[in-house]
């Protein structure tokens, strides 16, 4: 059992779903996989015993007691655990966080002239990437932008298929806007910071629609009639516990619920799948305006449009003859058309049932299989600890 729960387990983390592993600890869990991270910005930051209080071959000098500091801290809070002195720890616990934090800190504190600012300073950019690197890795963020991002290239002909019947509906209300002089006219003066302002909002609009949605997806997921439904689920994926044998004298029923972290981690891995889906189909409706821009309107056009006497092109290059002209106008205007497609596409995966079942159905058939894996993951740990017991 011990090499299926660590594939499992390595299977949860590659889907961006740690939380689901049992007796999943900060201490064990997390802090121990950010360690490589931590243990770098340890040693960058050893370089903060440098300043201008000492020169020449001082700050030599300087250094090395800064580094033999540092890495003594290290060796003595090993030597108190039972590790080798220099040993990645299996356990990282409040002793060596705070050595984390407040050892390179307190090298400026020694050998520099501005004291208290550097070694403030320091000591909030440690606690700062400590909190990120809790958040980054406790709920797997990486591995799971990265199974997002595939799942999603992977399921690109389904996204050809949804921006194919929105897009007409897209043309109905964006062709007179994206012909529009005065959008142009208002894209020619818009200062980059607030366009990107504009742009945000709208953005933040979009995903809060996808957001909303992901709590009553969650509902009842978790939830399976018999051992077979889940069995079916697990052979039907990647699986590691596959081909998946139904536990004896174990209900499904029994099977513990998720708690609040559970749930948080899961909404987490649907809502980024379906965030990176909205993020496409606005790419996707973006770089058709970009090229119908490049074909329809002419430079005198846009020219014509922003009242300008002249642009300021970003290339110019042929096409059958034709010479055709990247603006920043046709970038703001596509992009502008862009991100409002993106809204409009959220929001009815939302209200329109059709949409409804393209964008969410399979998303939760993947939170099913994950789910399913659990349950029968846990079942099999607790099978193990009954005979160890017995």
């Not at 991270?37 to 050893?46: G, N, Q, R, T």
């Not at 000098?61 to 540092?70: D, K, L, Q």
């Not at 003594?72 to 040993?87: D, E, M, P, S």
């Not at 607030?194 to 945000?200: H, M, T």
Request: with cysteine; hydrophobic share 55%; charged share 15%.
């Amino acid at each position: 059992m011990t090499s299926r729960r660590e594939a499992a387990e390595r299977w949860f983390i590659r889907r961006g779903v740690p939380h689901v592993i049992h007796d999943y600890r900060a201490s064990t869990d997390v802090f121990t996989r950010a360690v490589p991270f931590l243990a770098l910005v340890f040693l960058v930051e050893i370089f903060a015993s440098f300043g201008d209080r000492f020169d020449g071959w001082a700050q030599f000098g300087v250094f090395w007691a800064g580094a033999g500091i540092a890495l003594g801290a290290v060796a003595a809070v090993n030597r108190l655990r039972g590790r080798r002195l220099f040993q990645l720890p299996d356990r990282v616990g409040a002793i060596e966080l705070a050595v984390f934090v407040l050892v390179p800190p307190a090298l400026p504190a020694l050998f520099s002239e501005d004291r208290l600012s550097d070694t403030a300073g320091l000591a909030l950019i440690n606690v700062a990437l400590l909190i990120g690197a809790y958040v980054v890795v406790s709920f797997g963020l990486l591995p799971m932008l990265f199974w997002a991002g595939a799942y999603s290239v992977n399921q690109i002909a389904l996204i050809g298929r949804l921006v194919g019947r929105i897009l007409p509906l897209l043309l109905v209300f964006s062709a007179f806007l994206f012909l529009n002089a005065e959008v142009w006219q208002v894209a020619h003066d818009f200062p980059w910071p607030f366009y990107a302002i504009v742009l945000g909002v709208f953005g933040l609009i979009a995903l809060g629609s996808v957001a909303v949605r992901v709590p009553s997806e969650l509902v009842g997921l978790a939830r399976f009639e018999s051992w077979e439904q889940a069995c079916e689920l697990i052979d039907g994926c990647d699986s590691p516990l596959a081909p998946a044998t139904p536990p004896v004298d174990f209900s499904v029923s029994a099977v513990p619920t998720l708690d609040r972290m559970d749930r948080v981690n899961l909404g987490l891995l649907m809502f980024v799948a379906q965030a990176v889906r909205v993020l496409l189909v606005g790419v996707v409706i973006g770089a058709f305006y970009v090229a119908f821009g490049l074909l329809a309107v002419r430079e005198a056009t846009i020219v014509s449009w922003v009242a300008s006497d002249a642009l300021d092109p970003l290339a110019r290059f042929g096409f059958f003859g034709n010479e055709l002209v990247l603006t920043w106008e046709l970038l703001a205007v596509s992009g502008f058309i862009a991100t409002l497609s993106a809204l409009q596409f959220a929001v009815s995966t939302i209200i329109d049932k059709a949409y409804r079942e393209h964008f969410y159905d399979d998303m939760a058939h993947e939170a099913r299989e994950v789910l399913a894996t659990r349950a029968l993951y846990l079942a099999e740990l607790s099978r193990e600890a009954e005979r160890e017991d017995g």
